[in-house]
């Protein structure tokens, strides 16, 4: 067994493994880690917890440094504001160079000895002239990095279609699997201006109830399809899956039409789910 804790660096961000390393944080501590970029303060998500390593080999982590101290997070607090006026300054310096890119979110290291800007573009970028003006005016190790639209609207927030904040700025730690699939499944509009998100991605939550769709799908009848009511053998032209009803259309002698629902529990039919 190996013992790790989670650390995150940014709310609603993804939750990142470290070794504890001696040092007791509990859920809700400022702590000093050390990452691959270098030293950073971020926040315990979850407490130690022992993990069993895939193929009993130990997952190389790196350590928890110590329990953030006051001043840490006081200079904390200022490399955010720094980067504030770092992202200003690279936007004008974009703006000048007339480079098709973005400028989404920076910051520094602990250490302030590197700086991290990301950015967003349709194709790929020549950035070298910025970067030399950008280590001319910083005069830090910089690195530019690209990242998607989804990347985007989880740094900078914002109200979907609910009128909730974005769920991905807001408690999920990675991206929701979606597709165009479980909007089906869930007889939603195929229209982008439904299902997708402030990114023009598929909206996240469109995973949350597909599952309880799936499952519920798998007892209804088949659109379309022949089925036996109490007023008689119609054909199914719509299933409410959270109430668990069934339309079926019937045709008159006349040649008239008409639908009626039914509770599925009364609804007999041979060929089941889709």
Known sequence: ???????????????????????????????????????????????ERDIKPCENQSVDLKPI?????????????????????????????????????????????????????????????DFRELLKELASTFKVRIELRQIGQRDEVKNKGGLGPCGQMCCCSKFLGDFEHVTVKMAKTQGLSLSPSKINGLCGRL???????????????????????????PKGKGTCVYRDCLRELVSVKFMGNDGSIMVEEFPLSEINFNNKGE
């Open 203 to 229: 909206m996240c939550c469109l995973g949350y109830e597909n599952e309880n769709y799936e499952k519920i799908l798998e007892k209804m009848p088949k659109l379309n399809s022949e089925v036996v009511s």
């Open 1 to 47: 067994m190996q013992k790790i804790v989670g650390v995150r660096f940014k709310d609603g961000g993804k939750t990142y493994f470290f070794a504890p390393n001696g040092v007791n944080a509990k859920t809700g501590d400022k702590v000093i880690v050390e990452t691959v970029a270098g030293q950073q303060l971020g926040v315990v998500a979850f407490d």
């Open 65 to 125: 440094v110590r329990l953030a101290s006051e001043r840490d997070v006081a200079r904390h607090e200022d490399l955010l504001k720094k980067a504030k006026e770092t992202i200003k300054l690279t936007k004008e310096k974009v703006a000048k160079l007339k480079l098709a890119m973005k400028i989404s979110d920076a910051f520094y290291t602990f250490d302030a000895g590197k700086l991290i800007i990301e950015f967003t573009a349709d194709d790929r970028v």
